[in-house]
T-cell receptor
Framework: QKEVEQDPGPLSVPEGAIVSLNCTYS??????FMWYRQYSRKGPELLMY????GNKEDGRFTAQVDKSSKYISLFIRDSQPSDSATYLC????????????FGTGTKLQVIP | NAGVTQTPKFQVLKTGQSMTLQCAQD?????MYWYRQDPGMGLRLIYY???????DKGEVPNGYNVSRLNKREFSLRLESAAPSQTSVYFC??????????????FGPGTRLTVL
């Protein structure tokens, strides 16, 4: 079993839709949860991170963590064509070095 | 402030050839990383350097070597390239190293094809 599981998609939605992206993880020692966005042929860039259960908002983006279910989500409100990218969840295990385990990514396309 | 830069952007090698991928960061970060990204496999850590003068193996180190030349630069060497090393390689850096939640900043990647 992979430490982090993520549906690869692709996910195609109309402009303005609410998008839900999800990951599950297996190691309860994981403490910090991140979402990266990766445009085609570019490096990943950090969107949001959180370390507690509950919701964290940043503009149109909301990150949600449920540690009891080992489930993390990213919601995008009023999705825009510029949101078309691959979204990777990433989890940091705070032990030793900064070991980050990445999901495989979900490819999102927002259609105008 | 360029962030993390990588050279070259693209490279085609023949099996058995060697090459070095270069990475530099101008953010005064302590930690640097090399990842490879393959379809369906996500990002996998090859090697990392928690601080200048130290390097350690990640998840998939076989066939690679690294050098932390100074605080700014971290290179990845393929001694004898194999088709299985065809991938996109990303360098990343982060601020404080161990026990840190600092963001990892990624470079633009090197697309490597081994024939």
């Amino acid at each position: 079993q992979k430490e982090v599981e993520q549906d690869p998609g692709p996910l195609s939605v109309p402009e303005g839709a609410i998008v839900s992206l999800n990951c599950t993880y297996s190691n309860s020692a994981f403490q910090y949860f991140m979402w990266y966005r990766q445009y085609s042929r570019k490096g990943p860039e950090l969107l949001m991170y959180t370390y507690s259960s509950g919701n964290k908002e940043d503009g149109r983006f909301t990150a949600q963590v449920d540690k009891s279910s080992k489930y993390i989500s990213l919601f995008i409100r009023d999705s825009q064509p510029s949101d078309s990218a691959t979204y990777l969840c990433a989890i940091l295990n705070s032990g030793g070095y900064q070991k980050v385990t990445f999901g495989t990514g979900t490819k999102l396309q927002v259609i105008p | 402030n360029a962030g993390v830069t990588q050279t070259p952007k693209f490279q085609v090698l023949k099996t058995g050839q060697s090459m070095t991928l270069q990475c530099a960061q101008d953010m005064n970060h302590n930690s640097m990383y090399w990842y490879r990204q393959d379809p369906g496999m996500g990002l996998r850590l090859i090697y990392y350097s928690a601080s200048e003068g130290t390097t350690d193996k990640g998840e998939v180190p076989n066939g690679y070597n690294v050098s932390r030349l100074n605080k700014r630069e971290f290179s990845l060497r393929l001694e004898s390239a194999a088709p299985s090393q065809t991938s996109v390689y990303f360098c990343a850096s982060s601020g404080l190293g161990s026990y840190s939640t600092d963001t990892q900043y990624f470079g633009p990647g090197t697309r490597l094809t081994v024939l």
